[in-house]
């Protein structure tokens, strides 16, 4: 009877053992659906990266699960930063086939630019970006989720430029079109305080974060200023009566009047803008970036139309000679339309999230007018290197 007791004692404890374990599981699971479905990337203290979402986190750690290894158990003593990001999804790129860590391009606010135009992919609120040129540096700030103000200024801080882009919700979540408009103004600052400008565009992009292609069509408009103004031709050209002569100045009229006054249609600049930019990963956290701004302007061209004769004596010699001068007055007219063109490809290392480098090899071509109407096109290459971090 004892034993029998016994035995019934033994088979109640491992009954009572089995149902108290279902009930932990039961708990824990119950645990896990309670938490938000939210992507997040971790970042451990000694550097290492996780995506994927997060089934609990009781406090003292936290399981997530990844697309590359499963579920992972990560101490919340190990954590330097948990930051939500944007899941796999179709508008964003499949994850499935990459690696720990390999969607860094993914995800953040450099996704949202290229080497210097954006596109019109929305910037996460608070999700901030510096940008470090050779030649000075870029503060942006997201205000909203589709609002972002941004300073781009020299290391001298002159010039100095302001900028700002709305992305507009897109309500079909399935397209993987987006639109925004933004414009750039500035001044030439202390260095060049006469001197202002401002560029107005709107943005269309058809793709993801990581692969996609946008086109951009806008206005610009810049005042040189006097500082800036260009030798474009005399204002005024005379001629003996004789019309086999060629034009020339007389030494003997510049005295008295001011043929060297120099006409100037460069200080004031408005131009159509056309852009076509895009991005592609190639490899791991490696990207092609595709940048180009192309300028159509009015060419103007030197004319002398507006004739006036004048007879002055010239008492230089021994004998006092009356010269009698034809004076053609100097204008401009437009004759066509003149392109500059600015191309910007490279490529951009993520180094891991929140920070990347680009080096790109851009250059400018432009036609450049001499006095005469004479015209050649220019190219410059212009490399540089440039660093981004997210803040």
Not at 41 to 62: A, C, F, M, Q, T
Not at 90 to 112: C, I, S
Not at 116 to 123: D, E, G, K, S, V
Not at 283 to 300: A, C, E, L, P
Request: charged share 20%.
């Amino acid at each position: 009877m004892r034993l029998t007791f016994s035995l019934l004692i033994i088979i109640i404890g491992f009954g009572c053992s089995n149902s108290f374990s279902q009930v932990t599981v039961d708990s824990t699971e119950s645990e896990a659906a309670s938490v938000e479905n939210k992507y997040y990337l971790i970042i451990k203290n000694d550097g290492s990266e996780y995506y994927g979402y997060v089934l609990k986190d009781d406090g003292r750690e936290v399981l997530i699960d990844t697309k590359s290894i499963g579920k992972v158990f990560i101490k919340k003593s190990d954590i330097k930063e948990m930051r939500v990001v944007d899941p796999p999804s179709a508008t964003n790129g499949d994850k499935a086939g990459l690696r720990n860590g390999d969607d860094l391009r993914d995800a953040g606010p450099f996704t949202t630019r290229y080497y210097f135009t954006t596109n019109a992919l929305p910037i996460k609120k608070k999700e901030n970006y510096a940008l470090i040129h050779l030649y000075g540096p870029e503060v942006h700030f997201a205000l909203t989720d589709n609002l972002s103000l941004g300073v781009m200024a020299t290391w001298i801080a002159s010039p100095i430029a302001l900028a700002a882009k709305y992305s507009f919700n897109n309500s079909n979540t399935e397209s993987d079109i987006n639109f925004a408009v933004g414009a750039i103004v500035g001044s030439g600052g202390y260095l060049a305080p006469q001197a202002f400008g401002g560029l107005y565009f709107g943005t269309v992009t058809k793709g993801n974060r990581s692969s996609n292609i946008s086109l951009s069509a806008g206005f610009t408009h810049m005042n040189l200023g006097s500082d800036f103004s260009n030798y474009s031709g005399y204002k005024y050209q005379f001629q003996r009566e004789d019309p086999s002569q060629k034009y020339y100045v007389s030494p003997s009229y510049n005295s008295s009047n001011k043929e060297y006054e120099y006409l100037d249609y460069r200080s004031n600049i408005n131009s159509v803008v056309l852009g076509i930019s895009g991005i592609k990963s190639v490899g791991n956290k490696v990207s092609f970036i595709f940048d180009s701004m192309i300028f159509f302007s009015n060419r103007k061209k030197l004319v002398y139309n507006k004739e006036t004769y004048l007879s002055f004596d010239d008492n230089s010699g021994p004998t006092t000679i009356t010269n009698n001068l034809l004076v053609q007055e100097g204008s401009f007219i437009n004759d066509g339309i003149k392109p500059t063109i600015i191309f910007m490809p490279g490529m951009r290392f993520s180094t891991k999230y929140g920070s990347a480098f680009q080096v790109v090899l851009s250059g400018i071509i432009f036609e450049r007018s001499s006095y005469n109407n004479s015209r050649e096109f220019i190219g410059i290459p212009i490399p540089t290197v440039s660093w981004l971090k997210a803040f």
